[in-house]
């Protein structure tokens, strides 16, 4: 069984538009901009069949959720579910950013950078772990969800919530519990999508997108760092297309690719590019020519970027692998860090030569800086896996489309935010259709 999970943050509410911090506390309603933004977001999704709809039980939530619901094609009920709360910030609801710094200096400085060990006491002066706490919480709605959903095929599932147990849910997915919260970013009303498939023992994670924002007039999601990195998947080959594994052999792009990357071209067209990085391979330079072809900044080519070399399986189509290496094969979809390809590279390799790369460009940045960065499905998936603490091992969690835009915001102390993966919507609809081919 799978299910594919559409996550939704809230629209505008009050306390977002006054700046103060919300948690658990019901106060905080949805602003007219907020009603707005769930109906843009419902006017979207009424392509999507839904099975269920879950909401938190807060107001800025369900009513976010009853106005996405009155765009859909099914008659749902909407299931509120305590588990989808927001965090318990107890004193601190209520307050601005500003004066909870000033009140609390310690405790704020860890909120910041390392949330997860934040304590605090709730009403009966009870020592607690809010994040902690909100990672158990997400863990039960996860496994509720899995069991209310066991004997159906394939769901669509939406769900409506907060950035915080939203965030939860995300790394609980990906695994890491404990880890990553100030690495991701959900903005109001934004779209996240999840795929999760299951097994007897076990379940496997792929995010598709996270922090869609194009139905909001808002094509990508405003900076919040110092600098900021835009990094797209090259265009569609035919490789691709056919489902061949390419790797290291130069393939061209084809028409449908030159199209993609022309359609990336006119989505980024008020974007005021100052760097630009490209694998040194044609589809990934191609790619960027096209993007950049009213901006006449260099593209600097850089080898490190340049795709996985499948060695002895490039060129050949996933059957035919199969007939001579079934059990090599099977591992690279089950445990890729375990392989190195005949005559070719480990994943761990690339990871290697890719985050050096990374690390490059970012030394690079300067304040302001908006740098294009255009490689391949396993240089990129790696570099996000590194952006999010994953580990290289956990490629097949990432989903790049061909012509898909990623972006990172860079902050002074040199911590990466991925404020937004996979966005598609330039090239047709909200689920990424692009041709899934071989890397």
């Known amino acids: 069984m799978s299910m594919r999970l559409f996550l939704v943050r809230h629209g505008l509410s009050s306390f977002n538009k006054q700046g103060l911090i919300q948690g658990r506390i019901d106060e905080s309603y949805l602003t007219d901009e907020g009603f707005n933004q769930a109906k843009l977001t419902g006017n979207i999704l009424n392509e999507i069949n839904f099975d269920q709809i879950y909401s938190s039980p807060l107001q800025r939530a369900a009513d976010t959720a009853k106005e996405i619901k009155k765009c859909l094609k099914e008659n749902l009920d909407i299931h509120f579910d305590k588990n989808l709360l927001e965090v318990d910030l107890h004193k ?17 400085l860890i909120w910041k950078n390392d949330p997860e060990k934040l304590e605090l006491k709730n009403k009966n002066d009870i020592t607690y772990k809010p994040i902690q706490d909100l990672f ?11 069991e209310e959903n066991k004997n159906k095929k394939n769901p669509n599932i939406l769900i409506i919530a907060h950035n915080a147990i939203l965030r939860c849910l995300i790394l609980y997915l990906l695994k890491k519990p404990t880890k990553g919260f100030r690495k991701i970013r959900l903005d109001n009303a934004s779209i996240s999508i999840i795929n999760i498939s299951e097994s007897q023992t076990s379940f496997k994670t792929q995010i598709e997108c996270l922090n869609q924002t194009s139905h909001l007039n808002e094509k990508i999601p405003k900076k919040i760092g110092a600098s900021r990195i ?27 690719g030159k199209g993609q990357a022309s359609k990336a071209s006119k989505y980024l067209e008020e974007i005021e ?3 630009a990085f490209s694998s040194s391979m044609k589809r990934p330079y191609e790619t960027a020519k096209i993007i950049l072809k009213k901006n006449k900044i260099k593209i600097k080519k850089l080898e490190s970027l340049v795709e996985i070399s499948h060695g002895l399986w490039e060129g050949k189509l996933e059957e035919e692998i199969k007939k001579t290496w079934p059990e090599m094969l099977k591992k690279w979809h089950e ?42 499905d396993a240089v990129n998936k790696t570099l996000i896996c ?37 966005i598609t919507n330039h090239l047709g609809q909200i689920i990424d259709s692009t041709a899934s081919g071989a890397l």
């Open 92 to 108: 601190w609801s209520g307050l601005t950013s500003e004066d909870i710094k000033s009140k609390y200096k310690d405790s704020y």
């Open 136 to 146: 158990e919480q997400a863990k039960q709605f996860i496994q509720n969800l899995q």
């Open 230 to 256: 835009i990094l797209i998947r090259h265009g569609e080959t035919n490789w691709n297309k056919e489902g061949r594994f390419q790797g290291q052999i130069d393939i061209p792009l084809n028409e449908e």
């Open 273 to 275: 590019f100052t760097k």
């Open 335 to 376: 445990e890729p860090e375990s392989i190195t390809m005949p005559e070719g590279e480990s994943i761990k390799q690339v990871s290697e030569r890719a985050i050096s790369a990374w690390n490059l460009i970012c030394n690079s940045q300067q304040e302001n800086d908006t740098t294009l960065l255009v490689a391949h």
């Open 386 to 422: 590194h952006i999010l603490g994953l580990s290289f091992s956990d490629i097949w969690m990432i989903k790049q489309g061909n012509g898909g835009i990623t972006v990172i915001d860079i902050f002074k102390n040199k911590n990466n935010v991925l404020s937004s993966l996979n």
